[in-house]
């Protein structure tokens, strides 16, 4: 089942009528190969933007996110549903010279191969950046790795959690004096993606929009886990300062935190910016706080945080969450649930953006399944379809380089395709 895009929300300017199909990368084709995340989920962005993605899997080894996840339904891995939706999915033995011949015929009837296998893996296949930019000029290549295709770490593996730790984002999270956690999620090749895609839609701008060739897109996970350091860099170099990890505050945004409501909700109450602190303590019923010495400016609140956070965190237990979030809207104060997936079920804004989609997927049946970020007036992402079975579009793909029928059946046989 089609759900495609999401309706204007109320109140959202007109934009002209556009064919349902009309998508931003329709004729962008890419060629993703690798397994895992941080590859494939760039590939999961471009095609839920019109990009036709074909996920190229190894006929005797599909990609192990088929079985990764923390839940089965009907035997069946959720993650893999939402991973590689609308994607097309062939299987192609990379390991073999008749594979790497098709790979080759199949790059040149491609705008983008993507890949994330460890750096030299697609060299000794012969299918380096180096072998597809001689073969096509105008083929953009984006490599997702651990640390790079260059520098003394190259040749190692990566993974999310080593990228993590590794670029310094693991360091700062948590409190102080404790194991560093990490995120419920692998932060850091969700982040590579997003960069890959970034410079995926860069290099196709370059070469379609400004007369440019086709060149190589380089992402690091522990280089996007770093970018995301703010300010951590030059703090080190002027002053020596190692940003230290803070807990559930940040910095020095006072108030900027989470509290405890009278019914067992941490709500996040964040008033860092004079004018929105003194309406914070106006909704508290506490005015005259906003002139006060040990708060009136950025700096006094920051020297008095414990102080400020218990008057916040008096006022926040005498309350349920609904009534916080509901007296801290009215008064201007960003605010808001820390919500779990449940919550976010229920909650109307996530609904009136389709955020929450209903599916129908012919294995695992109708389910829900997360909306397209970000949201396109005129050429709306879309779900299509959800994640295809190995060797589903085999027969379609082939076709473009002149394999079918027999052909096709012997390669097959042969533990080619």
């Known amino acids: 089942m089609v759900i495609d895009g999401p309706a204007p929300p109320p109140g959202a300017p007109s934009v002209p009528a556009m064919p349902p199909t009309s998508t931003a990368l329709d004729g962008v084709r890419v060629l993703e190969v690798g397994s895992l995340i941080a590859g494939p989920f760039a590939g999961r962005l471009l095609a839920e933007f019109g990009a036709e993605v074909i996920k ?15 839940h089965r339904h009907d035997g069946h891995m959720l993650w893999w549903t939402v991973q590689s939706r609308n994607k097309k999915c062939i299987t192609l033995d990379l390991r073999r010279e008749p594979g790497q011949r098709l790979f080759r015929e199949l790059a040149l009837q491609s705008d983008v191969v993507l890949e994330n296998f460890r750096p030299g893996t697609m ?45 310094g984002l693991r360091y700062i999270n948590g409190y102080p004096d404790e194991p560093p956690p990490r995120a419920g999620v692998s932060l850091g090749d969700s982040l590579a993606a997003l960069f890959a895609l970034n410079g995926l839609l860069t290099a196709l701008y ?23 350091l703010e300010s951590a860099v030059p703090e080190y170099d002027l002053e020596r300062a190692d940003r230290e990890p803070q807990g559930s505050t940040i910095g020095a945004n006072v108030p900027s935190n989470i509290f405890l409501s009278r019914d067992g909700r941490w709500v996040v109450i964040a008033a860092n910016v004079d004018a929105v602190f003194r309406r914070l303590m106006g909704a508290l019923g506490q005015p005259l706080l906003a002139d006060d010495p040990h708060f009136a400016t950025h700096d006094a609140r920051t020297a008095h945080k414990d102080e400020l956070e218990s008057v916040i965190a008096e006022w926040a237990r005498g309350l349920d969450a609904a009534e916080i979030d509901r007296v801290l809207d009215k008064a201007g104060v960003p605010c808001g649930p820390v919500n779990r ?26 389910h829900t399944a997360p909306g397209v970020v970000p949201k396109l007036s005129a050429t709306p992402g879309r779900v299509r379809w959800s994640g295809p079975q190995p060797g589903e579009h085999n027969a379609e793909i082939y076709e473009l380089v002149g394999v079918g029928g027999d052909q096709l059946a012997a390669l097959a046989r042969e533990g080619i395709v």
Request: hydrophobic fraction near 45%; include cysteine.
């Open 206 to 228: 370059w070469r379609d929009a400004k007369g440019g060739q086709g060149q190589l897109v380089d992402v690091a996970l522990s280089e996007a886990c770093f970018a995301l």
């Open 56 to 70: 190229v899997e190894a006929p005797d080894r599909p990609d192990p996110l088929r079985e990764w996840g923390l």
């Open 123 to 167: 060299e000794r296949w012969g299918l380096g950046w180096d072998d597809l930019h001689a073969l096509d000029e105008r083929l953009i290549m984006a490599r997702v790795s651990g640390f790079g295709q260059t520098g003394p770490l190259a040749h190692r593996g990566g993974f999310a959690a080593v990228a993590e730790a590794v670029g």
């Open 341 to 366: 997936v449940s919550d976010i079920f229920s909650d109307p804004q996530f609904r009136a953006r389709e955020m929450l989609l209903e599916i129908d997927d012919p294995v695992i049946g109708r």
